[in-house]
């Protein structure tokens, strides 16, 4: 091996790049040679498992990770229970049912995990909080080599842990074969994943972290390198670091950690290497990430090698010094080529991937072809919603032959390819189909329908709206939004207003929004809206989007069913000015006001609001009152199961999901 001066890659960092090409080491030494790309979907394969990357390995006398493979299955359902399932000798696959709640006890909320065992949520919401798990036997800096009782051959999987005192999982004193894999980790108070102390052959893939400062730490200390070096071999590959400020990982000593496919979104840095430490980050997608990889951190030096990677809106380039092992010489591996990560692991990633809830998956899952709901009622002279059909079909890559595309007069199906920056709102004219080809991408601007009918918008990203992202207004009628991702719009993700009629909007991902979706811009707008704003809104998933999912004024009926409200701060939905809303399966988790109605919302007077079926988890109740007119006067629906809302939502809402 050798060493070569610190320097960061040359790339236009400010736009889209691929950064990063340097000469790896084979162990033993050798040219390593560009990945293959993935022939199945990852988020699919990666599902049944079983273990791969380091926590595949055969070493240290163990064939791979299996967990509590072999062993009798339990359930926990309290904490008493888990506690004791997790200290047993021997192996066992312990499935973890609802919220649990950890003791904070002597050691900071820690709990200690045994050798063998195999802990899994049930369905989407099992959560672990309060507390972590620890996985190592107690810390004796003076113990440099491998014990004879170090933990190992533990699997975790399919858990929201979350509230930690201390760490979320800490493994420690050469711990071995982790695989740590689709978890959610938010909210704890030091590190959501800490691998440390001479631990190894660990694996920590497609995890969403969020809501979390110091994310993963890789070698807990500058004075660690007794029991560290040769060690801290870890894999993390499709990971969501979802505004997770640092630590993504922060690594010392490792003899290699293997950071490829993870998505960065607008993190604080992502990778730091020092002391030393040899790290390899291959096809990872950074987008707004301050430092996206440094060796120039704090204390020595590290090694990064990097290649394949994409930085968009990033401030600085990935820095890259010396030369790693290549990780084939442990394991085989396939990437997934990394201008399509931002699709696949936000929908691959976190819980509700792996329960069997999915393999019997309502129909409903699979994205339609045709419009439901309000869109699909045959009404002011159309019968329902085709959007562009019958027209030519053109593709749009820059935002002059857009903008050309949607005021064409008559019927065009309009693929976007690539990112189309626009500003303010751009009106689209009637009989249009906009469709995003891969991980398109409108961003600066809007989609504005003045007296527009017949419009089809799926599977885009709509990014940093200067102002609303959708508006639909001044009787416009039969919309269909569906299968779309909207984040940072100034003001509405989706506003339908100013009369506007026979709307639905399904299956979108509202991440991290502000004012998700109003209806009805004016407690003044009676004399336009009152008998119309009839809109279906179903399968959304309201990802910690503050407020209007929707707020409504005057329209009835507003059908709101089927979908995921997760950590929305303000409240959920609002009913307000008389208008009649339906509010039936939907899952609220971590929502404080779910629905306000009788009492009105703000400065608007109350509205009517009936709900039925829902499930809430850590949310207050639903503020209910009056009659609605019934969606089935219009259309004919069937409802999800409640309790299967957050894992048909998170595996079915947003963009690729369309063929």
């Known amino acids: 091996m050798f060493s070569t001066p610190v320097r960061r890659t040359a790339s236009r960092w400010w736009s889209l790049a691929a950064v990063g090409v340097a000469t790896v080491l084979l162990t033993p030494p050798g040219l390593a040679q560009a990945a293959p790309t993935a022939t199945a979907n990852p988020a699919t394969s990666a599902v049944a498992g079983p273990a791969d990357g380091f926590a595949s390995v055969a070493a240290l006398g163990q064939a791979g990770t299996t967990g509590g493979a072999g062993g009798p299955t339990v359930t926990a359902t309290t904490a008493a229970q888990l506690l004791d399932y997790i200290a047993r000798p021997g192996p066992y696959v312990i499935q973890v049912s609802g919220t649990i709640n950890l003791p904070a006890g002597s050691n900071d909320g820690m709990h200690d995990v045994a050798s063998d065992k195999t802990i899994i949520g049930l369905g989407a919401t099992a959560t672990l909080a309060g507390g972590g798990l620890n996985i190592g036997v107690p810390v004796d800096d003076d113990v440099t080599t491998p014990p004879a009782n170090a ?97 993504n990982p922060r690594v010392r000593f490792s003899a290699l950690a293997h950071v490829y496919n993870n998505y960065y979104y607008d993190n604080s840095y992502g990778v730091a290497s020092t002391y030393d430490a040899a790290v390899l980050m291959e096809n990872n997608y950074f987008y707004s990430v301050n430092n996206p990889g440094r060796v120039d951190f704090s204390g020595d030096l590290g090694r990064i090698v990097a290649r394949g990677n994409i930085l968009v809106a990033c401030n600085h380039p990935i820095e890259i010094r010396g030369t790693v092992p290549d990780p084939r010489g442990y394991y085989p591996y396939q990437l997934t080529p990394a201008a399509d990560i931002p699709t696949t692991v936000p929908a691959g990633a976190g819980v509700g991937k792996v329960s069997s809830t999915l393999a019997g998956a309502s129909p409903s899952a699979v994205p339609a072809n045709q419009p439901d709901g309000f869109a699909s009622v045959a009404a002011l002279g159309q019968n329902g919603t085709t959007g562009g059909a019958g027209g030519p079909v053109v593709t749009a890559t820059n935002a002059a032959d857009f903008l050309d595309y949607i005021d064409t007069i008559g019927p065009m199906v309009i693929q976007v390819s690539g990112v189309i920056r626009i500003s303010s ?54 919309i269909w ?65 503050r407020q209007r999912h929707p707020r409504v004024r005057f329209g009835e009926p507003v059908h709101v069913y089927n979908n995921y409200f997760l950590g929305n701060a303000l409240y959920g939905v609002a009913s307000t000015e008389n208008a009649g809303v339906l509010v039936e399966g939907n899952y609220f988790r971590d929502v404080p006001y779910p629905l306000h109605s009788a009492s009105g919302y703000a400065d608007s007077g109350p509205g009517r609001a009936v709900q039925r079926g829902n499930v809430f988890v850590n949310s207050g109740q639903p503020e209910t009152g009056g009659t609605v007119t019934e969606p089935r006067t219009y259309y004919p629906y069937q409802l999800d199961p409640a309790a299967d809302v957050p894992a048909l939502v998170t595996a079915g809402a947003g963009v690729g999901r369309l063929t």
């Open 481 to 545: 939004i569906d299968h779309n991702r909207f984040a940072g719009a100034i003001d509405g993700s989706v506003d339908i207003v100013r009369g506007a009629d026979y709307v639905t909007v399904s299956w979108n991902h509202f991440d991290h929004a502000d004012k998700s979706m109003l209806i009805g811009h004016s407690d003044g707008a009676a004399s336009t809206d009152v008998g119309h704003l009839k809109v279906s809104i179903h399968h959304n998933f309201f990802d910690h989007s």
């Open 151 to 247: 933990v190992h051959n533990i699997i975790i999987r399919n858990l929201h842990l979350t509230g930690a005192s201390d760490d979320l999982i800490n493994v420690q004193m050469f711990s071995h074969h982790i695989w740590i894999d689709h978890n959610e980790f938010s909210n704890g108070d030091d590190g959501a994943v800490d691998i440390k102390r001479g631990s190894d052959y660990v694996t920590v893939s497609w995890n969403h972290f969020h809501d979390h400062d110091k994310t993963l730490l890789l070698g807990h200390d500058e004075d660690a390198g007794p029991q560290d070096t040769g060690r801290l071999r870890v894999t993390y590959h499709h990971n969501f670091f979802d505004r997770s400020d640092q630590r």
């Open 425 to 478: 709102k751009q009106g689209v004219r009637p009989h249009k189909t906009i469709i995003g080809v891969g991980n398109a991408e409108i961003t600066g601007g809007g989609l504005d329908f003045y007296r527009s009918y017949n419009v089809i918008v799926r599977n885009i990203n709509f990014t940093e709206a200067e102002d609303d992202a959708i508006n639909v207004g001044q009787n416009s009628h039969h």
